[in-house]
């Protein structure tokens, strides 16, 4: 059974810097894509990153381009989301998830196994 966890949401204000962190156990890391989503209150929730096994493929919502950053460290079974000049649109519950899919995808329903979600609070 495949487990992401996520960690490293806060509360911050306008113009503030987040890393999120998600590691994985329970299977091959290197296998999966892993992708970011957020949801805020209300809201469906929406495809904010995507990254490929290899880290060779990225992808990103036009909302969140220049300003975030996917990498991953397989050895450390750890996707991050380096989140910069955040802003309070961004407030949401961020979640990663994972499958073995090769090729990127921007749709929460293509991915077999999610975290708990780290929450993310942008104060003006």
């Known amino acids: 059974q495949v487990q992401l966890v996520e960690s490293g949401g806060g509360l911050v204000q306008a113009g503030d810097s987040l890393r999120l962190s998600c590691v994985g156990s329970?299977?091959?890391?290197?296998?999966?894509?892993v992708g970011w989503f957020r949801q805020a209150p209300e809201k469906e929730r929406e495809f904010v990153a995507v990254?490929?096994?290899?880290?060779?493929?990225?992808l990103y919502a036009d909302s969140v381009k220049g300003r975030f950053t996917i990498s991953r460290d397989n050895a450390k079974k750890t996707v991050y989301l380096q989140m910069n000049n955040l802003k309070p649109e961004d407030t949401a519950v961020y979640y990663c998830?994972?499958?073995?899919?090769?090729?990127?995808?921007?749709?929460?329903?293509?991915?077999?196994?999610w975290g708990q979600g780290t929450q993310v609070t942008v104060s003006s």
């Open positions: 329970g299977g091959t890391f290197s296998t999966y894509r």
């Open positions: 998830a994972g499958d073995q899919t090769l090729l990127l995808g921007r749709n929460a329903y293509e991915y077999d196994f």
């Open positions: 990254i490929s096994r290899s880290s060779v493929m990225r």
